[in-house]
């Protein structure tokens, strides 16, 4: 599943940052377990994943994750028993 802000209704009303925060939103709707965010013109992967980084920190610090492998970067739904403190 492919992600983008340009998918995203009423974008051109919205900073990037809170295009980021409506991107994990919608991804923790879709059920899905892992998602990769494409890049929104010239945004670059550091920029793109700090701002994802921060939107989950601060509004979905124990349901999902931004992971950045091999210049691809992708949201990932956390488990329950992954958040266990055993």
């Not at 670059?44 to 999902?64: F, H, K, S, V």
């Not at 992708?74 to 055993?86: A, I, Q, T, V």
């Amino acid at each position: 599943m492919l992600i983008k802000v340009t998918d995203i209704p009423g974008r051109n009303e919205l900073r990037k940052k809170a295009g980021r925060s409506l991107m994990v939103e919608e991804f923790l709707k879709s059920g899905f377990r892992f998602a990769e965010v494409t890049l929104e013109g010239a945004d670059t992967p550091r920029r793109a994943y700090n701002g994802l980084m921060m939107a989950i920190r601060r509004q979905y610090p124990d349901e999902c994750a931004v992971v950045w492998r091999h210049g691809r970067i992708f949201l990932m739904r956390l488990e329950e028993n992954e958040n266990d403190d055993k």
